[in-house]
């Protein structure tokens, strides 16, 4: 990297500033989800200037609201779609060996055969994970890092997911597919990777009108308007590209999930996969977290009329998806069981059929007057579809630009797992910040009390909140406590952290 990757109050402030004094930029962007983050950093990293719009904050949309996987596509094997099972592996590596090795990890799957998978479908399974190792091997994954796919005996079966049914069970299949500390903090890495190469990230300000060659904004923090000038623009918005720019239509769909403690399953080593009744391709999936959490989906429920900007997941939903797991498991989890939950829309292209049934595919479209807008996709392939929205704005607007290097670009903070694993720093925040955790411990300075937790039961600690502060652009209390940490996922985590959050923006702001 070439130049400072913090983010804070009074970077935004200076760079907001010479932008509305009339500075032009090669490229503007608007959004902040893993896309917008995406090609603010593939555009700065060859060489044009960038501006970075959001009107909330870095992953304020669906980007904070997935599954927290960077998977290798099986699903859409099953479906006969290899390009884009193909894509999601080569992006998986990506991520797993080279960009990001900080923040994911391999995660094994166990798929229990109890009296509720028949022999065909355990047979239809496990045909699936060899066509997908195949799949890693063609994709240049080592199987180092997601080794090979087995049969397991009911017994090691039990030990990797100790709630499920013993009655009727025959053993298991397992394999392996990649896992994210945090989907918020990839955006938030790829954000600052991204400054650290001269993009100015500006979160709070709101595109009201784009052009080919601008925007119309208002900083919602002091409610001045302006015009961003940019000799190109590319509107990567999610599932509110519409809203920007006619006539680009998406099909939203809502996928939900419940936050669980771990020791409601037994303390699962690996995901739990749960078949849908009825489905022969889908599946609920119980995913463990390092700190004590299950993140438990996913529903697919399609949305109609206007889309919101937070969405809020069903108790028909939640039910659904305790229903789902409750056929595996040995002990009944209940609605009391439920710690939090959380939802979020899939940005899907236009088709027939059930929302369930749509393809992933992403596609880039350019409007009458030069506005580039990339749509559909999914996380996993935030990379592939930020480098095609930039080749078409390079093309389409007749920019100087270098190639694209992103596929070998690391993230601030990535790092090998075995220098990772000899940094002087809480294995907590390694798995977090990576190469940056000592710099994250050392914001206590010379307090104890900054590197415990913020409250009973909290495993965030307030060098973290500093940090985030003073490095990640954090601005409010919920940038805090909604999408740094993710603390407000669980809701009792979130109020027990927030006087802690309300002293430490007031101190800062001081600072600033």
């Given amino acids: 990297m070439t130049g400072d990757a913090s983010l804070n109050a009074a970077r935004r402030a200076r760079e907001l500033a010479a932008l509305a004094a009339g500075e032009v930029v090669d490229v503007l962007v608007v959004g902040l ?11 700065a990293s060859r060489g044009l200037s960038v501006a970075a719009l959001d009107a909330h904050d870095l992953a304020f949309g669906t980007s904070r609201w997935s599954s927290k996987l960077v998977h290798g596509g099986l ?3 099953a479906r006969g779609e290899v390009g884009i099972a193909y894509e999601s592996a080569r992006e998986r590596g990506i991520l797993l060996t080279r960009t990001a090795p900080h923040l994911t990890r391999p995660l094994p799957f166990v798929l229990p055969l109890t009296p509720a998978v028949p022999p065909r479908q355990a047979a239809l399974a496990a ?23 087995r049969r397991l005996t009911p017994a090691e079966t039990r030990h990797l997911v100790p709630g499920v049914r013993a ?6 299949l397992l394999h392996w597919d990649g896992q994210l500390e945090d989907d918020a903090r990839l955006v938030i890495a790829l954000a600052r990777t991204a400054a650290a190469h001269g993009a100015r990230i500006l979160p709070r300000c709101r595109a009201e009108e784009l052009v080919g060659d601008g925007a119309l904004v208002t900083d919602t923090l002091t409610g001045e308007r302006f015009t961003i000038r940019a000799r190109a623009v590319i509107n990567a918005t999610g599932v509110w590209a519409g809203q920007l720019v006619p006539g680009v239509t ?3 769909s809502q996928g939900t999930h419940v936050v669980l403690p771990a020791t409601a399953l037994g303390g699962p080593a690996a995901a739990l996969t749960a078949p849908v009744p009825g489905e022969h391709d889908r599946f609920v999936f119980a995913l463990p977290q390092p700190d004590g959490l299950v993140y438990a989906g996913l529903t697919d429920e399609p949305v109609d009329g206007p889309v919101p900007d937070v969405p809020r997941p069903t108790e028909a939903e939640i039910g659904f998806l305790l229903d789902v797991l ?18 979020g829309l899939r940005p899907l292209l236009p088709g027939g059929g059930r929302t369930a049934d749509l393809s992933r ?68 925040l390694v798995r977090r910040y990576g190469l940056e955790a000592p710099m994250v411990a050392a914001e206590a300075g010379d307090d104890p009390d900054l590197l415990a937790p913020v409250a009973p039961g909290v495993p965030v600690t307030g060098a973290e909140l500093l940090w985030a502060i003073r490095h990640e652009g954090a601005l409010t209390e919920d940038d805090l406590l909604d999408r740094r940490t993710r603390l407000g996922l669980v809701p009792a985590h979130r109020e027990a952290a927030l006087p802690m959050a309300r002293a430490l923006l007031a101190a800062q702001a001081q600072a600033f």
Avoid: W
Wanted: proline share 8%; net charge positive.
């Fill in 361 to 428: 595919r992403h596609a880039v479209l350019t409007s009458p007057d030069g506005v580039v807008t990339v749509v559909g996709g999914k996380l996993t392939t935030y990379r592939r579809m930020a480098e095609d929205a930039v080749d078409t704005a390079i093309r389409e607007r007749g920019l100087a630009a270098g190639p694209c290097r992103t596929t070998r670009l690391p993230l601030v903070g990535a790092a090998p797992p075995a220098q990772l694993a000899a940094l002087p720093a809480p294995r907590r």
């Fill in 33 to 43: 989800g893993v896309t917008g983050a995406g090609v603010a950093l593939d555009a």
């Fill in 127 to 149: 045909a699936g994970s060899r066509a997908g190792d195949l799949l890693r091997l063609t994709a240049g994954t080592p199987r180092q890092t997601l080794p090979s796919p």
């Fill in 326 to 343: 409750n056929l595996v498991l040995d002990t009944g989890l209940s609605r009391a069981d439920v710690l939090g939950a959380f939802a």
């Fill in 167 to 172: 009655g009727g069970l025959r053993g298991g």
């Fill in 75 to 77: 699903r859409y094997l």
């Fill in 250 to 252: 998406l099909r939203p």
